[in-house]
């Protein structure tokens, strides 16, 4: 964790974190939904560290990358959407390995000949001789 390992930070540390008001801070919020600081008893908004990583998030692709506000949701909501695509996909590939794995166990084990009581008794029968 950063920041002395806090768990939570109210709103003016993290307006000063950042070097921007709260009211700015209040305005991302309606902004971005996914921004949304939990409030403790006294109704005082209490940012967590995830919290303060998406601000940083958000505030990069607005200030350093030139991204309008609405830009950034929208990158934020496909990148969002493309990672649990993509988690779906690995879990499949991680069942399909298994499975595989499994299959490679199986396979690498010896095989034991198997007695097969029909072959011994044909061995003691009399075969028809060829003349």
Do not use: C, W
Not at 31 to 54: C, M, W
Not at 83 to 109: F, P, W
Not at 114 to 129: A, F, G, N, R
């Amino acid at each position: 964790m950063e920041n002395g390992g806090k768990l939570y930070y109210g709103i003016k540390e993290v307006s000063e974190m950042f070097a921007i008001n709260a009211s700015k801070l209040r305005y991302y919020e309606k902004e971005f939904p996914t921004l949304q600081p939990k409030k403790n008893r006294s109704g005082d908004r209490v940012y967590t560290q995830a919290d303060i990583d998406h601000l940083r998030e958000i505030l990069v692709l607005t200030n350093d990358k030139g991204y309008t506000l609405p830009g950034a949701r929208e990158y934020l909501k496909t990148r969002d959407a493309n990672r649990r695509e993509h988690a779906v996909y690995i879990n499949k590939l991680k069942k399909i390995k298994a499975g595989l794995e499994k299959m490679r166990v199986s396979l690498d084990k010896p095989v034991e000949p198997e007695e097969d009581e029909s072959k011994d008794e044909s061995d003691t029968e009399e075969s028809p001789v060829k003349q």
